[in-house]
T-cell receptor, first 114, second 112 residues
Framework: EAQVTQNPRYLITVTGKKLTVTCSQNMNHEYMSWYRQDPGLGLRQIYYSMNVEVTDKGDVPEGYKVSRKEKRNFPLILESPSPNQTSLYFC?????????????FGPGTRLTVT | DQQVKQNSPSLSVQEGRISILNCDYTNSMFDYFLWYKKYPAEGPTFLISISSIKDKNEDGRFTVFLNKSAKHLSLHIVPSQPGDSAVYFCAASADSNYKLTFGKGTLLTVNP
């Protein structure tokens, strides 16, 4: 089954404790992206990757890191999480970037930073 | 600066009637527009899209209209069904970059 998987689905952590949210897709997609969803703010893009070893900032990259060492995986790293990073996070992938390429989203990771 | 705006946070319609969800954009470089639907506890799923060279695209009960001069697009759902109740996001992209910009979403409730 074609899908985007994220782990963990739920995470509660404390300020400053490094964490990684994994994302994997099995569709051989070139493009992958991370979003956060906050009440009243909709979906905002954090980082995206055009291909292996090619990443770029989205609209809200501060406090996050990403890496794309393999085509299928695109982990999101919070080196020192803060309470304002409490949010619902979605990973997405698509065959190409922009234009007509629909993005396939993972089920989401709800992160709480206390 | 919000480049994609969905000014109605919510919309309620009766089953069988038409639902019209609106979206405005400010960036004239946007050349592709997409609508996504999101149910609670799930990721968004693609619904329908339209290129800036078209003014209408239809897929079953869903039709998207684009008015480039007004920088406005709308999603029409006819007839509306209770299963259509979800948050609908409008999104836009420009060929010159690889980002996808979303609006804040509109919660559609279809009452039986």
């Amino acid at each position: 089954e074609a899908q985007v998987t994220q782990n963990p689905r739920y995470l509660i952590t404390v300020t400053g404790k490094k964490l990684t949210v994994t994302c994997s897709q099995n569709m051989n997609h070139e493009y992958m992206s991370w979003y956060r969803q906050d009440p009243g703010l909709g979906l905002r893009q954090i980082y995206y990757s055009m291909n292996v070893e090619v990443t770029d900032k989205g609209d809200v990259p501060e406090g996050y890191k990403v890496s794309r060492k393999e085509k299928r995986n695109f982990p999101l790293i919070l080196e020192s999480p803060s309470p304002n990073q409490t949010s619902l996070y979605f990973c997405a992938s698509s065959l190409g970037a922009g234009g007509p390429y629909e993005q396939y989203f993972g089920p989401g990771t709800r992160l709480t930073v206390t | 600066d919000q480049q994609v705006k969905q000014n109605s946070p919510s919309l309620s319609v009766q089953e069988g009637r038409i639902s019209i969800l609106n979206c405005d954009y400010t960036n004239s470089m946007f050349d592709y527009f997409l609508w996504y639907k999101k149910y609670p506890a799930e990721g968004p799923t693609f619904l329908i899209s339209i290129s800036s060279i078209k003014d209408k695209n239809e897929d079953g009960r869903f039709t998207v209209f684009l008015n480039k001069s007004a920088k406005h697009l709308s999603l029409h759902i006819v007839p509306s069904q209770p299963g259509d109740s979800a948050v609908y996001f409008c999104a836009a992209s420009a060929d010159s970059n690889y980002k996808l910009t979303f609006g804040k979403g509109t919660l559609l409730t279809v009452n039986p």
